[in-house]
C-alpha cells in the first residue's frame, strides 16, 4: 500500500454522511495507517432546494465550518469548506474556485503538506490542478455524473477539464470506464468493494429487528427513488403479504421524501430508518434474503453497488435486479429480468439450503476487500509518480 505521502482528498461526501459510510471514508481512512490525509468534506455539485433536509444540511456545514480542521486520527484532518452551490452562474464559480484555492494553500502550508497528490471525486476541483504544488492528480469517478438528477451541465464541463487534466483516473464500473477513457488512456476499472472483515461479525441481532417475523427480505442502504424500484417493493409485498420487507436507511438528501414514506403504509414493510455502520452487519445477519431492487436505468449501469460485497461477507442469497456491474458474479447471487421473475427468485433463495454456495460467497468476497483493491491502486500509482520523476530527469 502507499506510504509516506500527502494526499489531499476532496470528496463528494462528508466524512460523517449520515447515510453511513461511502468508498471515501473507506480508501481515506486505510491510506491514514501509512500517510498523512487532508479529506475536504462535500463541495456540493447539485443544486440544493428549499427543503428541510437541505436547509439542516447547510446549517450543518455552517457549524463544521466553524470549527476549522478536525483531527480524526494522528495523519487524517477533516475540513468542510463554504462553497455556494450556484455551478451555474460563471462569475459564482470563479468565486468559488478562488475561495477554495486560497484555503486549501493556507491549511496545506499549515499542516506541513508538500507536494501532496490530489486524489479528488469532484469535478467541481478541477481549477485546482496545477496551482497546489501537486506531485500527482488522481480522479476517482464513483458516478455517471450526466444521469444525476439537478446536475447542472456546467458541472460536466468541469468533469471533462479534470478527465484530460488527471495523471490517473479510476473508475468504479464498466461503463464508466468505457466513456471516461475516451478523454484519459491512464483510466483503470476499479469495482467498489467492501469492509469485508465488518460484514462477517457475528453481532447480534438488534431490538428492532428481531422483533419483525421472518421471512425478512432485508436491503440496508441510502434510500433514492431514482436508484431504487419503489413499484419492485411494492410488488414484492402485495405478491407475498407473509414477508416482511425490511429497509434500513436514511432517506437521501433532497429526495421526494413523501414518496418514499409512502411505503410506510404497506403493513408488511418495515422502515428501521438510518443506522450506525458498527450495527449494520447484525441487521444483515437477520435477513433471510438480501435485496438489492435497482432500477435500471442510466445512473445504475454506471454504479457499482458496494452493498453487493457486504452482503457477499454474510455468505446469504442475494436477489437483484440486471445491475450490469455484478453480472460477473451471477453464479452466487440471482439476477432477475423483471418483477415476476424477481419473486420467483425470492422464493428460491428463501429454500436455499447449499452450505459450499454460502462458502463460496464469503470466499469470493475475501478476494474483494478494501486492502486488496487499494494494493492495486497503490501500484499504478507508485508506476505512475516514478515515470514523472524520470520525465523531469
Not at 238 to 260: F, N, Q, R, Y
Not at 270 to 295: A, H, I, Q, T
Amino acid at each position: 500500500m502507499l506510504k509516506g505521502e500527502d494526499i489531499l482528498c476532496i470528496s463528494t461526501a462528508d466524512w460523517d454522511n449520515i447515510g453511513g459510510w461511502t468508498n471515501k471514508q473507506h480508501i481515506m481512512s486505510r491510506l491514514s495507517k501509512t500517510n498523512r490525509i487532508l479529506y475536504i468534506e462535500s463541495l456540493g455539485l447539485r443544486q440544493p432546494t428549499i427543503k428541510k433536509k437541505d436547509v439542516l444540511r447547510i446549517l450543518k456545514r455552517l457549524k463544521d465550518w466553524f470549527k476549522g480542521v478536525r483531527k480524526i486520527n494522528e495523519n487524517l484532518f477533516v475540513y468542510s469548506p463554504i462553497i455556494l452551490p450556484l455551478h451555474k452562474i460563471k462569475v459564482v464559480c470563479g468565486i468559488n474556485h478562488l475561495i477554495l484555492w486560497l484555503t486549501l494553500k493556507l491549511l496545506l502550508k499549515r499542516l506541513g503538506f508538500k507536494n501532496p497528490i490530489l486524489w479528488t471525486y469532484s469535478p467541481a476541483s478541477f481549477s485546482l490542478i496545477g496551482r497546489l504544488n501537486e506531485k500527482l492528480v488522481v480522479y476517482h469517478c464513483v458516478d455517471e455524473l450526466s444521469a444525476t438528477p439537478r446536475i447542472p451541465i456546467s458541472v460536466l464541463k468541469m468533469e471533462e477539464k479534470l478527465l484530460k487534466g488527471a495523471d490517473l483516473v479510476f473508475a468504479t464500473a464498466k461503463l464508466l470506464y468505457e466513456r471516461k477513457k475516451v478523454f484519459n488512456q491512464n483510466t483503470y476499472y476499479m469495482p467498489n468493494v467492501a469492509d469485508v472483515a465488518h460484514f462477517m461479525k457475528d453481532l447480534p441481532i438488534p431490538e428492532d429487528m428481531a422483533v419483525i417475523k421472518h421471512p425478512i427480505i432485508g436491503f440496508i442502504g441510502t434510500l433514492v427513488a431514482y436508484k431504487l424500484d419503489l413499484e419492485l417493493i411494492k410488488y414484492i409485498t402485495s405478491t407475498h403479504p407473509e414477508w416482511s420487507v425490511v429497509l434500513v436507511g436514511e432517506i437521501a438528501e433532497g429526495e421526494d421524501k413523501d414518496k418514499i414514506e409512502e411505503l410506510k403504509n404497506i403493513a408488511n414493510i418495515f422502515m428501521l430508518g438510518g443506522k450506525r455502520y458498527e450495527v449494520l452487519p447484525g441487521y444483515v445477519k437477520g435477513f433471510d434474503v438480501c435485496l438489492l431492487p435497482n432500477k435500471i436505468n442510466e445512473y445504475t449501469r454506471n454504479m457499482f453497488p458496494m452493498k453487493f460485497f457486504e452482503y457477499l461477507a454474510t455468505g446469504k442469497p442475494i436477489v437483484l435486479t440486471e445491475v450490469l456491474t455484478v453480472s460477473d458474479y451471477r453464479d452466487l447471487c440471482y439476477i432477475a429480468k423483471n418483477k415476476e421473475e424477481f419473486v420467483e427468485y425470492i422464493e428460491q433463495a428463501l429454500l436455499e439450503n447449499d452450505v459450499q454456495l454460502s462458502k463460496r460467497r464469503i470466499e469470493v468476497a475475501k478476494e474483494n476487500t478494501w486492502e486488496v483493491r487499494l494494493d492495486q491502486m497503490s501500484k499504478l500509482i507508485e508506476e505512475k509518480l516514478y515515470q514523472k520523476i524520470g520525465e523531469r530527469k
